[in-house]
C-alpha cells in the first residue's frame, strides 16, 4: 500500500532479513531495493537515496555483516548510522555575534513554508535566553503580512519593526537595523516575503539585503512535507543567496519528513529547528540520530526518555516510589503521576515517539488520542473535585460524596464510580509487582514516576 | 511584485513549467536516445525518472504497467516511439470530466480546504475575482479566525476584486462565520459563496472535526446549492500530498483540487498520482500571484508541457 509509512516498510523488510540468519549479497540487495523504494516513497531525494543505498551496500555486503551474528540488527545498525551521517552527526544551533554585539537574522523560503510564523518561534525562544530580539516586517508582498508578524510579535512580548508597505525591504531592514542599534537589541530578526527560487527578481532582492545590510546568518524555512523538489529550493537559495541553516516546519504532520535528508545532503547545512505545531512555542532543536532512528521506526523513544528524565522531578518520583512500595498510592499521587505525565507532552506526543506507532498513520487509527487526552482532563477534575481526606483516603467515598464530587467535577457519577474502581485495580496491582514502578537498582527505567 | 502580461494559459503554463520540463524532458530524452533496446534497465530508468517527477511509487508503476503492456501488443521495438505512449498514458489517466465546473454556473458554495501555507486564501482571493469578473454575485466567508491577520489578507483580497466577505474576529468560532456567511449569500442573493477556512494538518482530530461541523452547517444553512468542495495542495509537496487529500475526503466529499505554486520547479508529479490513486480530479492550478494566475486544469496541455509536446505557443 502506497500510504504505508516508510518505518514500517523498513521494519517488514528487516523482518525478513532477520529471520534469515546470515547475509548473502543477493539478500542485501533485495532489501536495499525495499529501502530505495520506502525512501523515495518517503519524498527523499532520488540522487539522495541512490547515493545512501549505494554506501550502505557497500559496507553491508562485506564481512562485518556475512560474520555477524545478527544480520538484521547489522543492516539495521548500517542503515542507520549511513542517515546519521548524512543527516549530519550532531545538533547545531543558531550562531550569535559575541557579546551584546546586535546579529541580524535574515528568514527566507517558498510562500507557505511558515516563515512569519517561525520568525515569531524564534522571537520567543530567544526572549527566553534573555536576547533582546527585534523583529523586522519585511514582506510587503502578500496581503496583511506585516499584520500576522505584528499580531505574532505582540503574543510573544516582542518589539516589531514596520514601516507599512510602500517602501523597498532593503530600506525596511536597513532602518530595522538603526533602529536596533539605537535601542540596544541583541538579535533583529527579518522576515522576508515568500518567494520562489526561479524568481529572479525577487531573489535579487535577498541578496540586496544581504548586501546592505550585515546579515550574520540566513535561516531557510522549508516545509517537512517538501517533495524531490527539497534538492532545486535548498540547493538555489543557498547558491544564490547562501544560508546557514535550515528550519524543518510542519513536521508534526504525518509527513515522513525525507526531505530532512534530501536537504542536508546537498547543502550541508544544518537543520537548526523544527515546527511541531501551530503554538507559537512549538520550535524544537532538531537531532539528526533522532530523525534518523524516527524514519527508521525505531520511534523517537531516545526523545521520549530525555523528555521524561527533564521534566520529572527526581525527588517527587523517589517520594512516589516510596509510597507506592509500602502501598500507600492515593488520589494525589495519582494525581501527581499524571501532571507528570502532561509535562512530556501529553498523550498524543508520548504516543508519537512510540516506535511503531509514530509518524501518525497505519498502526493506530482507532486510539483517538484527543478523546484520550480529554479524558486526563476530566480525571482530574474529578480528583480536584474531592477533599483532602478523601485523596488520601479513598475508603471514605460514599454514594453522597461521590454524587457531590460529580457534581463539582461536572461528570456524571458512573465516571467518578469507574475512576475510583480504576484506582483501585491499579493500587492493587502495584502491590502485585513492587520491582515494577523503577524498583531495580541504577536503572533509569523509563516508566519511572508514571501511573502504569 | 510579477508583471501582468497575457500570456495566455500554454505560455504561462510553459513558462511555469520550464525548469520541470526541462529535468523530465532531458531525463526523457537521454533514455529514449541512450537505450537500443526496450528492456528492464530502460524501464527502471524510466521508472525513477517519473519518480523524480513526483509522481509517486504507485502511479508510476500504474504508468508502467500500461505502457509495457501497449508496447507488448504493438510490438514496439524502438524506445523514442515509447515516448508518444508513455504521454498517451499519462494524459488518459488525467482526463478532467466536462461537468467538472458546473458550480461556475449555478448557485452554489465552495468550500476550501487544505493544510497550512498552501495558498488557501490567495485561491480564495483569485476564484472570488475569476467569478466576478464572469458577472456572478460573489461573497466570501473568512472562517480562518485562527491565523493571525488571515481576514485582514482576504479582506485585502475581497477589497481588490470588489466582492462582498463576512469575516469574524481572531479567535472566533468558525462555524458561526459560516452560519453568518449562509444568511448574507441567501439576503444578498449571491450566485457562489466561498468559503476560506484555516490552515490545518490532516493529523490533526479535532482540527477535522471542525472542518466536520463547516460542512454540515453548510449543508443545513444553505441546503438546496450545488456542492463544491476544493482541497489546495501545495504543488511542491511530495507523496504526503496524497494522504492529505485522503484525509480531507473523509470529512467532506471533496469534488476537486487545486495545485498551487506550478510555477516553481516542482514537478506537479503529484497531481498524476492524485489522479490515479483517488480519481479525484485537478481543477485549477495556480502558476502566479496575480488574479490570472489561477487557470483551469488542462490534462492535456499539462502532459504537453511536462513533456514538451509542443503544437503551438
Redesign the interface.
Known amino acids: 500500500m ?2 504505508d509509512s516508510l518505518s514500517e516498510k523498513l521494519q517488514n523488510v528487516f523482518r525478513n532479513l532477520r529471520s534469515k540468519g546470515r547475509l548473502t549479497e543477493d539478500d542485501v540487495k533485495a532489501a536495499l531495493k525495499e529501502v530505495k ?1 520506502a525512501l ?4 527523499v531525494n ?1 540522487k539522495v537515496v541512490k547515493q545512501f543505498t549505494k554506501s550502505v551496500q557497500e559496507r553491508a555486503i562485506g564481512q562485518d555483516v556475512m560474520n555477524g551474528l545478527n544480520p538484521g540488527q547489522m543492516v539495521i545498525k548500517i542503515v542507520n548510522e549511513e542517515m546519521v551521517k548524512l543527516m549530519g552527526s550532531e545538533t547545531t544551533e543558531l550562531a550569535f555575534r559575541p557579546g551584546k554585539e546586535l546579529t541580524v537574522i535574515m528568514m527566507v523560503g ?5 516563515k512569519t510564523t517561525t520568525t515569531a518561534k524564534i522571537a520567543g525562544k530567544l526572549k527566553l535566553k534573555g536576547k533582546k530580539t527585534l523583529l523586522a516586517a519585511c514582506d510587503v ?5 506585516i ?2 508578524l ?3 510579535g505582540e ?1 510573544q512580548g516582542v518589539e516589531v519593526f514596520t514601516m507599512g508597505d510602500k517602501n523597498k525591504p532593503v530600506n525596511i531592514a536597513k532602518a530595522a537595523v538603526e533602529h536596533a542599534r539605537k535601542n540596544e537589541f541583541n538579535v533583529l530578526i527579518i522576515d522576508t516575503a515568500g518567494r ?4 529572479e527578481d525577487m531573489m535579487a532582492e535577498l541578496e540586496e539585503i544581504k548586501e546592505q545590510v550585515d546579515v550574520f546568518q540566513t535561516v531557510l524555512v522549508v ?1 517537512a ?6 534538492v ?2 535548498a540547493g ?1 537559495f543557498d547558491e544564490k543567496i547562501g544560508i546557514d541553516g535550515v528550519i524543518l ?2 513536521l ?5 519528513g ?2 530532512a535528508l534530501s536537504i542536508r545532503a546537498v547543502t550541508g547545512k544544518p537543520i537548526l529547528y523544527v515546527g511541531m505545531g ?1 503554538k507559537l512555542s512549538d520550535l524544537e532543536q532538531f537531532y539528526p540520530d533522532r530523525m534518523a532512528s524516527r524514519i527508521l521506526g525505531m520511534g523517537d523513544v531516545l526523545s521520549m526518555i530525555e523528555k521524561a528524565q527533564e521534566n520529572i522531578d527526581e525527588e517527587k518520583a523517589k517520594e512516589l516510589e516510596q509510597k507506592m512500595r509500602k502501598n500507600e498510592f492515593d488520589f494525589d499521587m495519582y494525581l501527581e503521576s499524571m501532571s507528570q505525565m502532561r509535562k512530556m507532552g501529553g498523550f498524543s506526543s508520548l504516543l508519537g515517539m512510540l516506535p511503531g506507532m509514530g509518524l ?2 497505519g498502526k493506530m487509527p482507532d486510539i ?3 478523546e484520550a487526552e480529554k479524558s486526563l482532563a476530566r480525571t482530574e477534575a474529578i480528583i480536584h473535585s474531592m477533599t483532602k481526606k478523601e485523596r488520601t483516603n479513598p475508603s471514605l467515598l460514599n454514594p453522597s460524596r461521590k454524587q457531590r464530587i460529580a457534581k463539582g467535577a461536572g461528570v456524571d457519577i458512573s465516571e467518578v464510580n469507574r475512576l475510583v474502581k480504576q484506582f483501585e485495580q491499579m493500587k492493587k496491582m502495584m502491590k502485585k509487582m513492587p520491582g515494577m514502578m523503577g524498583g531495580k537498582r541504577g536503572k533509569r527505567g523509563m516508566f519511572k514516576g508514571l501511573p502504569f | 511584485m510579477s508583471e501582468e502580461k497575457k500570456k495566455g494559459f500554454f505560455g504561462r503554463l510553459v513558462e511555469g513549467l520550464t525548469k520541470t520540463r526541462d529535468n523530465i524532458v532531458s531525463g526523457i530524452d537521454s533514455i529514449f536516445s541512450g537505450f537500443s533496446n526496450i528492456d528492464d534497465d530502460f524501464y527502471e530508468e524510466l521508472e525513477e525518472i517519473l519518480i523524480m517527477g513526483d509522481l509517486g511509487v504507485h502511479a508510476t508503476e500504474q504508468i508502467l504497467d500500461t505502457l509495457r503492456q501497449k508496447v507488448k501488443e504493438q510490438h514496439i521495438k524502438e524506445p523514442h516511439e515509447c515516448k508518444e505512449l508513455l504521454i498517451e498514458s499519462i494524459k488518459e489517466q488525467m482526463q478532467v470530466e466536462e461537468t467538472a465546473y458546473r458550480f461556475e454556473n449555478e448557485r452554489s458554495v465552495v468550500l476550501v480546504i487544505g493544510v497550512n501555507g498552501v495558498g488557501k486564501t490567495t485561491t480564495v482571493g483569485k476564484l472570488a475575482g475569476k467569478l466576478k469578473s464572469q458577472g456572478k454575485k460573489v461573497v466570501i466567508a473568512g472562517a480562518d479566525t485562527f491565523r493571525a491577520a488571515a481576514g485582514d489578507q482576504l479582506k485585502e483580497w475581497a477589497n481588490r476584486s470588489g466582492v462582498d466577505m463576512i469575516g469574524g474576529t481572531e479567535g472566533a468560532d468558525p462555524g458561526s462565520v459560516v452560519y453568518d456567511a449562509t444568511a448574507a449569500a441567501k439576503a444578498r442573493n449571491a450566485d457562489v459563496l466561498i468559503v476560506d477556512t484555516a490552515g490545518r494538518l490532516h493529523n490533526k482530530k479535532n482540527l477535522m472535526n471542525e472542518l466536520g461541523k463547516i460542512n454540515r452547517i453548510l449543508e443545513k444553512e444553505y441546503p438546496d446549492v450545488y456542492r463544491e468542495t476544493l482541497v489546495v495542495l501545495d504543488a511542491t509537496t511530495g507523496q504526503n500530498a496524497l494522504v492529505q487529500a485522503k484525509e480531507f475526503s473523509e470529512v467532506a466529499e471533496i469534488t476537486g483540487i487545486v495545485l498551487t505554486k506550478m510555477d516553481g520547479t516542482a514537478k506537479g508529479g503529484i497531481a498524476v498520482a492524485i489522479q490515479s490513486e483517488l480519481s479525484v480530479p485537478v481543477k485549477y492550478i495556480g502558476v502566479g500571484e496575480t488574479i490570472d494566475d489561477l487557470q483551469k486544469f488542462d490534462p492535456d496541455e499539462f502532459v504537453n508541457a511536462l513533456f514538451d509536446v509542443r503544437e503551438d505557443s
Open positions: 502506497a500510504f523504494m523515495l516513497e518517503a519524498d532520488f517558498l510562500q507557505g513554508a511558515g508582498y502578500r496581503p496583511a503580512a499584520e500576522q505584528q499580531i505574532n503574543k520562489l527560487h526561479v524568481d516545509d512535507m517538501t517533495g524531490q523538489d527539497a532545486n529550493v538555489t516546519t510542519k508534526d504532520g504525518d509527513t515522513r525525507g526531505a501551530e501518525g498513520n483517538d488520542t484527543d
